[in-house]
């Protein structure tokens, strides 16, 4: 779970982030999925800062 968390704080086309996201939680149990979209919140972070600049 840490490395896939670790390819996608790379910044990339959010929305293949966001493809590569669904697919992800589509496979993961209802307890994971919750964390996942806990972390997806905190990795819209970074790229709300990347548009800003």
Do not use: A, Q, Y
């Not at 982030?17 to 307890?31: A, C, D, H």
């Not at 964390?35 to 905190?42: D, H, M, N, P, S």
């Amino acid at each position: 779970m840490k490395g896939l968390c670790l390819v996608l704080i790379i910044p990339i086309k959010p929305v293949f982030l966001l493809w590569v996201e669904t697919r992800v939680i589509g496979f993961l149990p209802k307890r994971d999925r919750i964390i996942v979209g806990f972390k997806k919140t905190w990795l819209l972070v970074p790229h709300s800062l990347i548009i800003d600049n």
